[in-house]
């Protein structure tokens, strides 16, 4: 990236649809390489050496530009940009400065944009050795986030009757209780840079190439217990509460102690909870306790919001049969960090949500089950109570729901040429806009255009769109309505039937547009 010639980089061909290597060399001192003798066809080029991240030619997220070959095709050239990886580093200590061993170190990467769905995501973790060091290597630049966990060597936590691990809790004992108590410590989740409120974390700025430094440091702090109803079901069977901790959105169940003894007293103690934020699920049906735990304490059975049961049932929009199994998905649209989605598994088309709190969910669907491939099935309206709506958005209640989720089959690729000034222009970001941008983005498709102008949107569903081509967009958030509006005039409008033919060839180039 610093316009350094990369020496004995390793250059690979691939056939485009298998992804097979065909041919491979090393780039010279100065950094050339060339494959010769090449069968004109279109390649996927890909570059690695120990120390740089392997990257295909081009690359933008998950999008590249193969290389086309052939009569008429200048592929000589070509500047390949590999970028070093990053390196972030740094040591765990607690009170006192001693290191802390063991403790697990989660690395999350921020989104470039705040585009609608995008989420910090954990994209690594690691374990510290004794002297409580840790290492990410070979990191993509960006902006990344470090959330440490661990559970102080010396903790010994102790149940509700004052007892603890080898600990006889019998009369006479009561100097040992007191030691005990200062034993039943816990560690707060601790962010970088030390600090137990996620809000306050510090994001650490990685370029390629980078090495950085990110020391945490832990205090122990007086270990809780939570105490919670555990009401019997109609079956006899106890409903068992759930803690839950929430590290930017991935979540970390706590274990329940005293399980056994909920037959007995009815209830369920979480010991050797650190203080911080929890979201607790109790009850049948469960309710969802939102938790600031600052103080041991038991929690009321009537504490939190219900959460209500959501059913369904998925069809097509052509009236065809939905696949035998389709995995269906809900993400909740309202937290800073996004949540893990809930997943249930339609058969038959029927499927079952057993508790979603309420607010504002998206719901998306893929085929399941053998010869399905995962192949996505975009959600293009809802139902609820006999009343349809656009797009894939749908809003829980206080009260059970049964919605309906219709679905379209995606199976018609779209083949066209990007050009600008008469010729192929390579590296553009191409997409395929729905009509209604706003309520149908799960229709959206987009590709990288290759070495000479062309793409290909796969797994398009009817309707109609607009396909648009632009020069350096991918920066853009194309998910938005008022940013494409400046770009759809210029695009090239295409209509995908509801018979749709499975291969689409664009009858003129899209032009493309600068950013």
Known sequence: MTGEPVRRATVAVLSDPDSQTVASVKSDNEGHFALTRLPAAKYQLTASKRGFRTAFYDEHEEFSSAIVTGPDQDTSGLQFKLTPGAVLRGVVTGDGGDPVEGARVMLFLKPKLSRLGARTVQVDAATTDDTGAYEFSNLAAGEYLVAVTAEPWFALHRSGNGAGSGASGG????????????????????????????????????????????????????????????????????????????????????????????????????????????ELAQGDPPRVVELDATASQQVEASAGTPTVAVTGTVRTASGAPAPNDVNVQMTWLEGTHGQDPMQALARKGRFTFGAAPPGTWAVAADSAGPGGGGRALPVVAIAVDGKAHAGNQVTVNDRPLEMTVTVTQGETKIRGFARKGGKGFAGAMIVLAPKNLASLRALVRRDQSDSDGSFLLQDVAPGDYTVVAIEEGWELDWTRPDVMARYLPGGTAVTVSSQPEKNMALSEAVRVQAR
Do not use: C, W
């Open 171 to 278: 009369a006479g004992e009561k100097p040992q209780s007191e030691a005990l108590a200062a034993l039943d410590v816990a560690y707060p989740v601790t962010f970088f840079d030390s600090t137990t409120e996620e809000g306050a974390a510090t994001p650490i700025a990685l370029a390629g190439g980078s090495a950085e430094t990110a020391n945490i440091n832990m205090h122990a702090a007086p270990a809780l217990r939570l105490l919670v109803e555990t009401p019997r079901r109609r079956d006899g069977s106890i409903a068992r509460p759930e803690l839950r901790q929430s590290i930017f959105g991935t979540q970390v169940s706590a274990e329940s102690l005293g399980l056994f003894d909920a037959m007995r007293t009815g209830s369920v103690e979480f010991n050797g909870v650190s203080p911080g934020h929890y």
